[in-house]
């Protein structure tokens, strides 16, 4: 079984900083892409940032400057560093991860539980 447990999430003034973790855990071979999504209450989850297992990464065009994406391969663990918060970036924050569970097996999606982010004016 692979778990991916979130951390990280709070209440934080308009222009503060957080750091979120995600970290898999389980039977692991290996984990490709690995991503933060995030859904406001009303709206459709977005897509905040990726990062591959060589570090490529990708921002959403609402962080780009403020949040950054990064892993520990070592720990299987990813984070998202947010900077500069917004009261818009309030929202349930969700990492996603592609692992492959032994060498034989297939990709397979996973997702954390999510944690909240609360931004106040």
């Known amino acids: 079984q692979v778990q991916l447990v979130e951390a990280g999430g709070g209440l934080v003034q308009a222009g503060g900083s957080l750091r979120l973790s995600c970290a898999a855990s389980?039977?692991?071979?290996?984990?490709?892409?690995m991503r933060w999504y995030r859904q406001a209450p009303g709206k459709q989850r977005e897509l905040v940032a990726a990062?591959?297992?060589?570090?490529?990464?990708n921002d959403a065009d609402s962080v780009k400057g403020r949040f950054t994406i990064s892993r520990d391969n070592a720990k299987n663990t990813v984070y998202l560093q947010m900077s500069s918060l917004k009261p818009e970036d309030t929202a349930v924050y969700s990492c996603?991860?592609?692992?492959?569970?032994?060498?034989?097996?297939?990709?397979?999606?996973?997702w954390g539980q999510g944690t909240q982010v609360t931004v106040s004016e």
């Open positions: 990062i591959t297992s060589v570090g490529s990464t």
């Open positions: 389980g039977s692991v071979e290996t984990i490709n892409t």
């Open positions: 996603n991860a592609d692992i492959r569970r032994t060498r034989w097996s297939s990709l397979r999606s996973y």
